[in-house]
């Protein structure tokens, strides 16, 4: 869940909110909303125990229309503008410390993301304890980055050098688009909380891992943002917060002077990891719903040697790309994160239909039911606030596109048109690729 968010989303909470101390209680409460988020799906992984997150939640409870909306817009906008919006971040701070007094062209932060994006693949691809190994290594990497600058800021407070000298609340926007919007990026942060049930079937003891997992790391992760966030608000005025394109290596270079690139090392780290780690369970997504047939069947396939889905890390890698070159980090934050949470309503609302239709399922974790009622009603502002105040045309194409799913549906996945050429397809794909059909707890 630590990744890029918390060094690239500071400066735009702050900026769409106005305030210090309204963009600190934007902080709080996005954890909040994400743990009780993250317990909501802890009880649907524990009910439906099978890997697929609210592609699987979704096709056992409404079936296989509604489900297929999810497979279509998971797969084709908010995984793959998840993993351009890490890479972009990553690629950031890649670059800043060989353009410390201005910002990088736009094609160099571009490539630096390509790359990222295919090394992460490969790594998948090829090996899925390697990634694992990856994982932990990156994991170290950031938290050392974050207790440095929540260090360094106890420091700044200690010797009276704060940056802020005025009252915290002053200039803040209540706006309903601009609060909406400041939770996108607060919320983006947070982003990794869904992530343990898309791996479901890889989890051991699902119904004890699940729930604690969440309890345990989301209220730590809140309080290491905040913590962070008063560091920077202390090391910097809100001026320079909003103005930094990487707002770790501005306070580092306020803070660390020389070794200031020190910072820009370990945020670009952490967002490899992140990267890394949404690359892991982004794929089983694209694998479970080939599994189920809303997605040809050689993206359900995986390596005979190395029993990795191979086909469905490619697609995922080749759809990432595509969302990359043309888009910038604040954008497609919003529309992941407008998209995202829409879905995340429709799921929530199954998981409240479960729990009123069918109560003698066996479920052995259970959430009050007043939990995913206050998440639904988050997610429904989440998703009209950026159209309420200023409704922008991006926002209607985003709409479209997400219903645009029928178009597919309807003639391959419905009335199965073509079955001929896509066996050809697969055939032939299957024998370039080496893979074949994979057992279902693969």
Known sequence: MIGSGIFMSPQFVLSY????????????LSGLVAMLGALSYAELGTIIKESGGDFIYILRIYGQFPAFFVAFNFLLVVKPASIAAISLSFAEYAVAPFYQDCSPPQLIV????????????MANILNVRLAMRIQVVFLVAKLLALMAI??????IIAQGNVAIQQNAFDGTNLGVSSIGMAFYQGLWSFAGWYNLNYVTEELKRPEVNLPRAVIIAIPMVTMLYLLVNVSYLAAMTPKELMSSNAVAVTWGNKVLGSWGWVMSIAAALSAFGSLNGTFFSGGRVCFVAAR?????DILSMAHVNRLTPSPALIFTTAISLLVLIPGDFQSIVNFFSFTAWFFYA???SGLLYLKIKKPELPRPYRVPIVIPILVIIAAIFLVLAPI??????????????IFSGVLVYVPFIHFKLCPGLLEKVTVFLQLFLE???ADKNL
């Not at 909110?17 to 709080?28: K, M, N, Q, T």
């Open 17 to 28: 909110i106005g305030s210090p101390g309204a963009s600190l209680i934007i902080w709080a």
């Open 110 to 121: 571009k490539c630096a993301a390509i790359a990222a994006i295919m090394v992460v693949a």
């Open 150 to 155: 929540i260090i360094g800021g106890i420091v």
């Open 292 to 296: 189920e047939g809303h997605m040809p």
């Open 346 to 348: 429709i799921t929530l």
């Open 388 to 401: 309420i105040d200023n409704p922008a045309i991006e926002y209607l194409y985003v709409t479209l596109f």
């Open 435 to 437: 893979v074949a059909p």
